[in-house]
C-alpha cells in the first residue's frame, strides 16, 4: 500500500444543483491506494495515525486532481492539429483524411499511436474514448501502445462505406469481421474496450448502420461512438441521404445503436426531438469546443442538453480541436458559455473540473472507477506542479481559495504543468513528458 498527502479537488457530487457545483477541496489530505485502488482518505492526521509507520509520498508541493477523461480525440489526426480557417467538410478533404490514409502503412501507424500516447499521457488524460482508424493494424498499433501505459482507452476500427476517398472505404460484411476479430482481441483485455465506429452516418450507409448494430449484437458490452450534428452543412447532407429519418439521431437510433454505453461528439444544433432521443436512450453527447470553434461549427446549447436531461462531457476532438489539454477544453467551454449569453450556463471552475474527469467517467460507464478520488475509486490521478516563476505558479501560489486555484489551473494549466500521472495506482510519468516511465 502507498500513503499520499496532498492537497486535493475533485468532484465527485452533483455539479448542476442551484447552489453550487460540487467542489470537493481538501487542503491535506490522506489517500490510502492499496492495489491501485484508494481504501481511505481523510484529514492527513487521520490518516497518518491509522498508519504511522509507513512511508509517506508527499504532494503538497502540486494540486492533485483526479486523471482527465476525454470522451472524443482521434488518434491518426495527431499530426494535423491546427490546421486553422477551414469548416468542416473542407477540413476533412484537405486535411484530416489524407493523414488518415497515411496509417494504412503499419511503420507509420505505429510512430502515430506512440506520438498519440504519449501526448495524451503528458496532458494528464488517463481515460479515453479514441476514434481509431480506418485500418485494422492501425487500431492494433493503438491498443497495443495504450497498454504499454495502461491507459483506460475505448477504441475501435472507424468505418464507411461512401463519399470518403476509397481507400478509406470498406464494405459493410469486411466492416463486420474486421470489428470482430480486433474486439475479440481487445474487449477486455486489460483495460481496453471495443467502440463501434461508423465515422458518421454521411460516409456510412444502411447496409454499413445495419453491420454495426450487427457487432453491438455479436460483441456484449461494446460500445459505440460517431459524430452528430456538428456542422449545418453536414447536417443538411444527412437530412438528404437520410429522407425517412426524423433527423440526425434517428440515423443511428433507427438501427439500435444508440444506448447508455454510446457517446455521440459535438451534437452543437440538435433539435428538441433529438435531445429527448439522447435522454431517452442515455446515450451522452462529447461535447468539443476548442474544435467546435476552430471549425466555425457553432455554439454548444449546453443549457438545453441540462435540461433534456442529455449527460454531457468533454472531448478535445484532436486533431480538429486544437490539442490534448483537457484544462484548455474546459476553458473553451466556459468561454463559449459566457458567449452565449443568457442562453450559455455559468460554468464554474468546479463545473469545468467535473466536466473534464466525473462526467467523462459516468459517460463512459466508468463512474464507479474513476472521475473522482473517493474510496473505493482506482488511484488515476494527476499532480499539477508549475514550474517556478509561471503565471500558474504565481497565480496559485497568490489563491485565496480552491475555487481561485482551479480558475487559474482552467485559465493557464498545459501539459508543461502535468508532473506526475497515475493510472490505477501505477505512475506512467514523472515530471512531465521530458521524462515519462513507460517508454523505451
Ligand atoms: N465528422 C466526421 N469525421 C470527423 C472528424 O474527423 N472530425 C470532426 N470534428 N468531425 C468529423
Ligand atoms: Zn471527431
Redesign the pocket.
Known sequence: MTLYRARVLDTPDDAWPDDGDGLRAGDDVGLVVDDGVITERGPFADVRATHPGEAVIDLRDGWLLPGLVDTHV?YP?VRVIGALGMP?LEW?DRC?LPEEQRLAAPAYAAEVASEFVGSLVAAGTTTALVFGSHYPGAVDALFTEAARFGLRVTSGLVVSDRVLPEPLLVTPEQAHADAVALAQRWHGTGRARYAVTP??SLSAGDAMLESCGGVLADVPDAWFTS?VN?NPAEVAEVARLFPDCDHYVDSYDRFGLLSQRAVLAHDVHPMDAELACLAARGTAVAHCPS?NSA?GSGLFPLRRHLEHGVQVALGS?VG?GTGFSMFKEGLHAYFVQGLLGADGVALTPGRLLHLATRAGALALGLGDEVGDLSVGRQFDAVCLRPPGGTALDIGLRHADSPEEALGKIFALAGDADVADVWVGGDQISSGGLSRPLRRP
Open positions: 482521434h489526426q468542416l476533412l484530416a465515422r458518421f459524430h456538428e474544435s471549425l476532438d480538429a
